[in-house]
């Protein structure tokens, strides 16, 4: 798009206020542990230090609010032993102006760095730094700077402290991810009803398993539900898919077609009582239709094959969700997805309500084995091991890494850091050569709209710089009014922060309106006054967000360059996915679940890398040549069905005791060396060639029999799904496609 309308779209999101859930109880909780810090500090202390053991409680509190799975307590010490550091240093320098600007450029400049750890850690790292540029002018002597500091500390810990004594929803963050994930599963069962080739968004998932990692002291008081419900959320995803399309077996209309609605509506609703269940932390309340649909023996008779044994998975997973959500106190719900009476074998993982192991016939990867209507025996399998997050202090040679491997010239995260050390410097020059005192503002400003992307760096100097002048105007209008003293101007800053932790989630321009009165009051609190830090504070903001625009303007890192590299890296996993699946047909007694695990998370981060960068592309003012949005949009589609076909491949897996299928390899190494070679041609902008995949599928077709026609029609299906993604790629490619027997012909043709 023009500079013109970027400008436009970015400005109209940054001045939006959204209509978001508030939490009240979490706002207030925040707002008293600032009010006791700054209670306590000003009877012992005085105003000076008070202002800043408030800042070092405000931003604390601010660190909680983030979106981070770790301990809501350690974010909070963190936060404040940082800008404690961040102080102290800052205030050894501040007299020598040029020692003081190096010390500004390298913080800044790792400030940048830290955003590769995580937007949490980037986030602290940014504010630290630009309330640093104000909490060095209130200390007079090194001692003092030592207790202003130490008052941050302090800061800190009330806020931690309320935290652990008043817990609000504890582990609501965890139990919402894990809901989410089962509640888009049964959105995507009642999609599927309708529209058997329905896609799914697998984020949800992808957020549940970020949740599910946990630090040691974590780990030994998550919730009963919260164990095992995300991997058996992962494993009924490929089974409704598998037992929904039309190419494993079930007709599009018919009775075969109309029990598959029927077991896809009670899964949706079983799915949807597993997460209410999960979300509020209480017993499972069963629809008993749901449950009946589950234990009809009508099924077997309608049902046969690939769609059968789906049906039995799903319900056998199902039954084990609708457990495990209900903790120690549900009410009995074995025998859900019991066709007929079937012996469970129970290990003593269940009964911990961990991430139990399956059998290779039960798990929702599915073992597809032999024969019209199998009865899977069951063989306990060892829990595997759960998702472990780093401690505090183990995070942070994880961060440094992740911030050395960032650290190159072409890199978004160096680029960023870069960006704003610059501005950070320019903006500090500046404020400090102009005649309007608390130079500082320019800087500050620069440090909290800054960041990797444009969309996002603009639309928040805009919201920062608009919500300022309202802010401002009300605190000044207020203070004029009521003329208050220390007391009160602490008491409105106070207020003023509450109102912003409560509406910090629905725009940055309602909450930069807070946080604009929260410092009016509380410098009014030490003494300054309106006349004094008003005007200045306007003309220094727009300063500041103005460097902030002109910088990536001038020094940019668009994304939209970057697309065609995105593309090609999801096809290189899509393709890795679909390759490893396939290889367990044709060596079933050597291949593990794992190797599909792995292949399939690593697809999922390139898709949701490729999906983050169209977002950040579509606002960006520049053009791709040669990948529009319409081209953009069919390739998406075509590398979703690549990845969706391999998805019911994957959920009828062969046993270790299988027929091997060895087609199956050739077809498999053909399918990974050549989405390799595609994903080369699509960073040079040629069209990618499936010769070889072709090749090997008509050599399939002359071997001996397949035993299980899954695989075979898959493989299929795939070569289909890499023909739309080279006809979106290049339009002049004549329409092709592939029947269900793998044939190649014109969709033109009879």
């Not at 999101?13 to 209509?19: D, I, P, Y």
């Not at 890199?411 to 950070?424: E, L, N």
């Not at 072709?694 to 001996?704: C, N, P, S």
Request: hydrophobic share 45%.
């Amino acid at each position: 798009m023009s500079w013109l309308r970027a400008l436009r779209e970015t400005t109209r999101s940054g001045l939006t206020v959204e209509r978001k859930r508030l939490e009240p109880l979490i706002a207030v909780r925040g707002a008293a542990g600032l009010a006791l810090v700054i209670g306590l500090s000003l009877w012992a202390f005085g105003p000076g230090a008070a202002a800043s053991s408030a800042f070092g409680a405000f931003q604390a509190a601010i660190a909680t609010f983030q979106r981070s799975w770790r301990p809501r307590p350690e974010l909070a010490l963190a936060s404040g032993t940082s800008l404690a550091v961040s102080t102290f240093l800052g205030y050894v320098t501040i007299s020598h102006f040029v020692l003081f600007l190096a010390l500004l450029v390298a913080w800044t400049f790792l400030a940048g760095m830290s955003w590769a750890a995580g937007p949490t850690i980037g986030l602290i790292a940014s504010s630290n730094v630009a309330i640093m540029l104000v909490t060095v002018t209130l200390p007079t002597s090194v001692a003092e700077a030592a207790g202003h500091g130490a008052m941050m500390i302090v800061g800190g810990l009330v806020q931690a402290a309320l935290i652990v004594l008043f817990p609000v929803r504890r582990w609501g963050a965890h139990r919402d991810a894990l809901a989410d994930a089962l509640a888009a599963e049964a959105d995507y069962a009642r999609r599927l009803r309708h529209d058997p080739v329905a896609s799914f968004d697998p984020l949800p998932l992808m957020e549940a398993r970020n949740a599910a990692a946990l630090t040691p002291r974590q780990a030994r008081t998550r919730p009963s539900e919260l164990h095992g419900a995300r991997g058996l959320a992962e494993r009924i995803r490929p089974v409704l898919a598998s037992l929904a399309d039309p190419a494993m077996g079930v007709p599009e209309e018919g009775p075969a077609r109309d029990r598959v609605r029927e077991l896809l509506s009670a899964a949706a609703t079983l799915l949807d009582a597993a997460a209410r269940a999960i979300r509020h932390g209480a017993p499972v309340t069963l629809p008993p239709g749901a449950v009946a649909a589950f234990r009809t023996p009508d099924t077997g008779t309608i049902l046969t094959g690939p769609p059968h044994r789906a049906a039995i998975r799903l319900g056998r997973l199902l039954e084990d969700v609708l457990e495990t959500a209900g903790g120690d106190d549900s009410q009995p719900v074995r025998h859900v997805g019991s066709f007929q009476p079937v012996r469970r074998l129970r290990t003593s993982a269940k009964r911990d309500r961990g991430e139990r192991g399956r059998s290779p016939q039960e798990d929702g990867t599915g073992r597809g084995g032999g024969g019209e209507n199998p009865q899977p025996t069951p063989t306990p399998q060892p829990t595997p091991t759960p998702l472990s997050r780093p401690t505090l202090l183990g995070l942070i040679p994880v961060a440094l890494r992740a911030m050395r491997k960032e650290l190159h010239k072409g890199s978004q995260i160096t680029r960023h850091a870069t960006r704003v050390a610059a501005v950070a410097a320019a903006g500090y020059v500046i404020g400090t050569a102009l005649p309007l005192g608390h130079g500082y503002w320019a800087p500050l400003t620069s440090v909290m709209v800054m960041r990797p992307d444009f969309s996002q760096t603009y639309s928040r100097a805009v919201a920062r710089f608009g919500g300022t002048l309202v802010g401002v105007a009300l605190a000044t209008g207020i203070v004029r009014v009521a003329t208050p003293g220390t007391y009160l101007s602490g008491t409105l800053a106070v207020l003023s922060a509450a109102l912003m932790y409560l509406l910090m989630r629905t725009g940055q321009m309602a909450a930069q309106a807070c946080v604009a009165a929260y410092v009016v009051f509380l410098l009014g609190m030490g003494g300054e006054q309106w006349t004094q830090t008003v005007p200045e504070r306007v003309v220094l903001t727009l300063i500041g967000g103005l460097l902030a625009m002109l910088a990536y303007a001038v020094y940019p890192a668009w994304e939209t360059p970057r697309l065609r590299s995105r593309l090609a890296d999801w096809l290189t996993t899509q393709g890795r996915y679909a390759a490893t699946v396939v290889t367990h047909y044709a060596d079933p007694a050597g291949r593990t679940a794992p190797e599909v695990r792995e292949a399939l998370l690593a697809a999922r981060g390139a898709r949701a890398a490729w999906h983050t960068a169209v977002a950040r592309a579509k606002d960006e003012p520049v053009r791709h040549r040669g990948l529009s949005r319409t081209v953009a949009d069919d390739v998406e589609d075509a590398l979703a069905q690549l990845g969706r076909v391999a998805m019911l491949m994957e959920a009828h897996l062969p046993d270790r005791d299988a027929t091997p299928v060895p087609a199956a390899a050739r077809f498999a190494e053909a399918l990974r060396t050549a989405t390799e070679q595609g994903a080369k041609a699509v960073r040079e902008r040629r069209v990618p060639r499936w010769d070889a995949v072709r090749a090997a599928l008509e050599a399939w077709d002359g071997a001996e029999a397949v035993p299980d026609a899954v695989v075979r029609r898959g493989a299929g299906l795939l070569l289909e799904s890499l023909v739309e993604l080279s006809e979106a790629l290049d339009t002049a490619v004549p329409p092709m496609t592939v029947d269900g027997t793998g044939e190649l012909r014109s969709r033109d043709s009879p």
